[in-house]
């Protein structure tokens, strides 16, 4: 008797073919996710806000620098991460942080569908994001223009950072949506900063920023910060060598007056006169040579006292 095993061999073919589809399925799904793969938001995020403070390029106009730095949220890296810049921008740098480890560079940048605005994605290959740019603003001393802030992800807790600018007078910062918070400060490199927090914002919502001031010096900020350090060097400078020159005339002055007194006194002695003795009815001190009264137990100037 014959047994027919093909029922069996097409089980195992079915289970074989099921088995291999779950396989290219999962590994598929896998590198869709890894290829798409995007944050559901961002978190303790920094916007700062610099008004004509330094030219990389030699752009040879004012520009702001725009920085934005924070974490990804709902999701671990590596991820692709999106942003929008103005479509004047010129862009400086885009990677992964944090600001102390950071590495990137010029990302892939579209037109996007919000007229004057571009979208610049790249891979983060860790949860901190930093992203700067330049973009122009007016030539004329007077200032007057809005920096704006628009997040393709909800942003939890963002703090801007406004800079005075340095030799900008009459500074002002009006905000289009009311902050949280906000307050003055100087950093550490004599900056004001201008301070605004935010509990949150939603994707695609605008956070303005509106900016006055006047300018007469077209010089950027740092540079005028490294023209001052060198002042500064110059009159402390100045300063230590005129204290030197003042000891050096203390020392010889001193000195003088020494001989001067020693002089005297050695024209006392050997002209005979002394604490006791008289040479033309007057006495001298024998320590310093001071003329003295007749009646005086004490000099006067250098205070031996007198033999009697």
Known sequence: MTTDTRPCLRT??????????AVVATTSAGLVQAETGEPTGLKNVFLSIYPEYDDP????????LVMIEGEID?????????FLVPTNAVMYSAGSGPRDQYVGGPPARKA?????????????????????????????PQKDF???????????????LVQKPRKATDFSVATGALPMGQQQFTDADGFRIQQ??????EPNESLKFSIRYTKEDTTPSLEIEESSSNNTGVIVGGAIGGCLFLAIVTFFTLRRLRRRK???????????????GEAGGSRFCSQCGTKLKKSSRFCPDCGARLRE
């Open 12 to 21: 195992v073919m079915v289970l074989l073919l099921a088995m291999w589809l």
């Open 57 to 64: 390029y030699n752009l040879g106009y004012p520009t702001v």
């Open 74 to 82: 709902g999701t671990a890296p590596p991820a692709t991460v999106r």
């Open 112 to 140: 996007s569908e919000i007229a004057g605005w571009d979208e610049i994605a790249y891979t983060l290959q860790t949860s901190y994001f930093v992203v700067e740019y330049y973009y122009p603003i007016q030539t004329l």
């Open 146 to 160: 809005t920096s704006e802030f628009i997040p393709l992800y909800p942003v939890n807790r963002l703090v801007a």
């Open 196 to 201: 605004y927090s935010y509990n949150s914002i």
């Open 262 to 276: 020693s002089a005297a006194l050695q024209k006392a002695r050997t002209s005979g006169r002394s604490d006791t």
